[in-house]
Nanobody
Framework: QLRLVESGGGLVQSGGSLKLSCTTD????????IGWFRQAPGKEREGVSW????????EYADSVKGRFTISRDHDKRTVYLQMNSLTPEDTAVYYC?????????????????WGQGTQVTVSA
């Protein structure tokens, strides 16, 4: 049973934009913070951003500050990651994750549930 489902990945040119979506089941939505991580080939999984629950506090990795924006739509049980000014260094599989609000941060070990990932490729 999939509790988090990502969508919105694809191929984009450098300088372009993509918007990722993470849709959750009701239980996850009601009690968990949602985060975005990414993993490039040969690299460790990296925290990108997360949004808390219910206060919507956010945190961003330094590498994406000012370019990425995380937001949520309560009616759709969906968290979005708007990614602007993309560069080839942003190429990775992007995962959304759910974790208890008091435990989460930008380290992957702080998160409990994971989606299957969506590929983002930025061409030069």
């Amino acid at each position: 049973q999939l509790r988090l489902v990502e969508s919105g990945g694809g191929l984009v040119q450098s300088g372009g934009s993509l918007k990722l979506s993470c849709t959750t089941d009701q239980f996850i939505w009601d009690y968990y913070a949602i985060g975005w991580f990414r993993q490039a080939p040969g690299k460790e999984r990296e925290g990108v951003s997360w949004i808390s629950n219910p206060d919507d506090n956010t945190e961003y990795a330094d590498s994406v500050k000012g370019r990425f924006t995380i937001s949520r739509d309560h009616d759709k049980r969906t968290v979005y990651l708007q990614m602007n000014s993309l560069t080839p260094e942003d190429t990775a599989v992007y995962y959304c994750a759910a974790g208890l609000p008091l435990r989460v941060g930008l380290r992957s070990g702080q998160w409990d549930y994971w989606g299957q990932g969506t590929q983002v490729t930025v061409s030069a």
